[in-house]
């Protein structure tokens, strides 16, 4: 990121507000937030000038809708989905535009925010945290010490500091992706490939055929120009993940099927993203956002818009509890930060309910279930769902998508699913969907009624 100068954190200067460990599109997105509320804020990652790696990709109204539209670096009108090669399924446009997120650019405005507010920065890792007296510390592994009001987790699915009380379990969305030059390709520049499950390039390689029908994958591609483009094959989501390995030769045959002949390759991508599997323990001391927070989408592995949004909705809370804390710090005339350990609890307990209300928590519940069906699904009963999935209205599938629907929304989606799918997809949803449904229903059974825990007495 040339041309940028962080403010590097000063520990003569005294405890920050807010101290944030990962400068990833969350962490910086709420750094920006806190601070131009006036508090002190300082990130702390080992390299916050380097470009972040991921290739995102976002519907494009999702990106508008947060004043974001010219951090897509490339816009296609609409998107294609291949369910197979003939009549029986065939191929989908959908009529959304889809955004390549132009990742520089976005990195670039957010720590230009960051810095224009007074955002410091501590080039390390971090390593830990000590909480006492009400107030915490981040340890790095330089050996500074960062003593601040609040701590945010924000380093993505390496989840430093919040902590679980049941092993993470989740499903694993695994993709290998090339962002490479070619001779020329068959994709219509105008046209995102979304998803495509055909699978006519195992023909000749029988063991390739019988694996891909078992655990399906499907190519996503983004064409830049008739000559460069972004290919991935995905397996939507595995447990145990799909390896590597198998990834990029089954993206080698279907390259070689469709006669695209790379000639250089610019960026690999590596993709391993946890989807679903247990929350971090609610409340905790520690904040958390994005990969730290569980706000991956457990059905469809994005996360950026869905991230973007919270970020906002945390900030404002960490800033509601700072003010909170800052005036009962002026009323009994005595230092800023909470006066006990149990104060500093509370105003943690406040700012995890803000991000994870009952309604969301429901949301994920319903996500997590379909995560569980997908799991299950074969080739053949994968295109089956997403023919279902697609012929619902724009208001369901894009809803569903971009983690919008209520928790009464959701269960008429799963209402219209059922009715657009054939017999045999009912068939199946039943059968593999009955035990996760009976898992989300008694967990849903623990929302009724539902009492957050840890909320200072006045709004509990
Ligand atoms: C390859 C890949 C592709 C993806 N593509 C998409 C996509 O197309 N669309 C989508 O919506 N989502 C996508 N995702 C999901 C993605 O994880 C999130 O959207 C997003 O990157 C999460 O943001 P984050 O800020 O929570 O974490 P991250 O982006 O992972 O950022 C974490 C930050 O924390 C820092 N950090 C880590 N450990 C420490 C430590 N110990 N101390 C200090 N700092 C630390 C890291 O350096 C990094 O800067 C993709 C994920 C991967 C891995």
């Not at 650019?105 to 830990?128: H, Y």
């Not at 902590?163 to 993470?168: E, I, M, N, Y």
């Not at 070619?182 to 390689?205: G, I, K, N, Q």
């Not at 970020?311 to 909170?324: F, G, I, N, Y």
């Amino acid at each position: 990121m040339t041309g940028l100068e962080l403010p590097q954190y000063d520990a003569s200067l005294g405890p920050v507000e807010l101290v944030v460990a990962g400068a990833g599109p969350s962490g910086l997105a709420v750094a920006d937030r806190v601070s131009q509320a006036g508090f002190r804020v300082c990130v702390v990652d080992p390299a916050p000038l380097a470009a972040w790696p991921n290739n995102y990709g976002v519907w494009a109204d999702e990106f508008e809708a947060m004043g974001l539209e010219d951090c897509l670096e490339v816009v296609w009108p609409q998107a294609q989905v291949h369910l197979d090669n003939n009549e029986r399924f065939g191929s989908r446009y959908l009529r959304r535009p889809y955004g390549k997120v132009d990742r520089a650019r976005l990195k670039r405005r957010l720590l230009e925010r960051c810095i224009a507010q007074g955002v410091v920065f501590q080039e390390s890792k971090v390593e830990g945290v000590v909480h006492g007296s009400g107030a915490s510390e981040l340890c790095c592994a330089d050996g500074v010490r960062v003593p601040a009001a609040m701590v945010l987790d924000a380093t993505g699915h390496s989840r430093k500091l919040v902590q679980f009380d049941a092993p993470f379990d989740p499903g694993y969305q695994g993709a290998y992706g090339i962002l490479v030059e070619v001779e020329r390709h068959p994709f219509p520049l105008d046209t995102m490939l979304f998803m495509d499950w055909r699978d006519d390039f195992t023909a000749s390689d029988p063991q390739m055929q019988a694996a891909n029908r078992a655990l399906p994958t499907f190519l996503y591609a983004m064409p830049f120009s008739p000559t460069r483009m972004f290919l991935e094959e995905t397996s939507l989501v595995a447990r145990p993940a799909l390896g590597f390995p198998e990834l990029r030769a089954r993206l080698r045959a279907r390259l070689a099927h469709l006669g695209v002949v790379v000639t250089a390759v610019e960026e690999e991508e590596y993709c391993l993203i946890p989807m679903g599997g247990v929350l971090p323990r609610l409340p905790q001391r520690v904040l958390g956002i994005g990969g730290t927070a569980g706000m991956v989408h457990p059905s469809t592995g994005y996360m950026v818009s869905r991230m973007l949004g919270a970020a906002p909705v945390l900030a404002d809370a960490v800033v509601e509890q700072l003010c909170r804390g800052r005036d009962a710090a002026a009323n009994a005339h005595r230092p800023l930060g909470a006066a006990s350990e149990a104060e500093a609890e509370a105003l943690s307990a406040a700012v995890w309910h803000a991000i994870w209300p009952v309604e969301r928590l429901r949301q994920r519940a319903f996500f997590t279930f379909g995560m569980d069906v997908l799991l299950k699904l074969d080739l053949a009963e994968t295109r089956e769902f997403f023919a279902a999935f697609f012929a619902l209205s724009d208001f369901h599938w894009q809803g569903f998508l971009s983690t919008r629907l209520t928790f009464p929304e959701l269960i008429g989606f799963g209402l219209s699913l059922f009715v657009k799918s054939s017999n045999t997809a009912r068939l199946n949803l039943l059968r593999k969907g009955l035990p996760g449904l009976l898992v989300m229903l008694a967990g849903l059974t623990r929302t009724i009624g539902y009492q957050p825990k840890g909320l200072p007495p006045s709004r509990s």
